[in-house]
């Protein structure tokens, strides 16, 4: 059975650069069928894509995050990264990590981790 | 960019009642639709894809419609298990997936 987890600092402070990572287990993070995604909450609000990543490396960010984010893939530990620049206290959130499929959505997801933006 | 547009944002119900939620896309989006069932402290679930496609495991009474701008996730007889937050989410591309608001769905 598949499954993601994410790891990573849960504090992270404003102007620094929020480092996550999601490990994946049970399947293979090179199939050719799924890309990898980041998916992020604010406390109390709904849901924003962040990116995803397709384990050959190719890459498709949110317009409104792109110029913050990196997102990278690392075949030989089954992981996926994520890099968010000039975190601001906005960037507060529970971050998720997804199985993406073009065809079916994201039908697995890690728990989610809590990254506080404070000094 | 797509926007997507959820209503209600919040709707009070009863156990075995009908809820339907309706989500509204910006731009045609063929079918490529996929509703989320929330609940607190805990990650979202895929419940429908491509509009109308039940996902393994999940209960017959979610059904799903609609294509091009206009969708909606209807629960035919509410159970209280499904006290939840329900998100639409658009993926006509791979270069931006949007996802709607949000709908609460409150015990009345």
């Known amino acids: 059975q598949l499954q993601l987890q994410e790891s990573g600092p849960g504090l992270v402070k404003p102007s620094e650069t929020l480092s996550l990572t999601c490990t994946v287990s049970g399947g293979s993070i090179s199939s050719s069928s799924y890309y990898w995604g980041w998916i992020r909450q604010p406390p109390g609000k709904g849901l924003e894509w962040i990116g995803s990543i397709y384990y050959s490396g190719s890459t498709y960010y949110n317009p409104s995050l792109k110029s913050r984010v990196t997102i990278s893939v690392d075949t030989s530990k089954n992981q996926f990264s994520l890099k968010l620049s000039s975190v601001t206290a906005a960037d507060t959130a529970v971050y998720y990590c997804?199985?993406?499929?073009?065809?079916?959505?994201?039908?697995?997801w890690g728990q989610g981790t809590t990254v506080t933006v404070s000094s | 960019d797509i926007q997507m547009t959820q209503s209600p944002s919040t709707l009070s119900a009863s156990v075995g009642d009908r809820v339907t939620i309706t989500c509204r896309a910006s731009?045609?989006?063929?079918?490529?639709l996929a509703w989320y069932q929330q609940k607190p402290g805990k990650a979202p679930k895929l419940l429908i894809y491509k509009a109308s496609s039940l996902e393994n495991g999940v209960p017959s009474r979610f059904s799903g419609s609609g294509s091009g701008t206009e969708f909606t996730l209807t629960i035919s007889s509410l159970q209280p298990d499904d006290f939840a937050t329900y998100y639409c989410q658009q993926y006509n591309s791979y270069f931006s997936w949007t996802f709607g608001q949000g709908t609460k769905v409150e015990i009345k």
């Open positions: 731009q045609s989006i063929s079918s490529w």
């Open positions: 997804a199985r993406v499929n073009r065809f079916y959505g994201m039908d697995v």
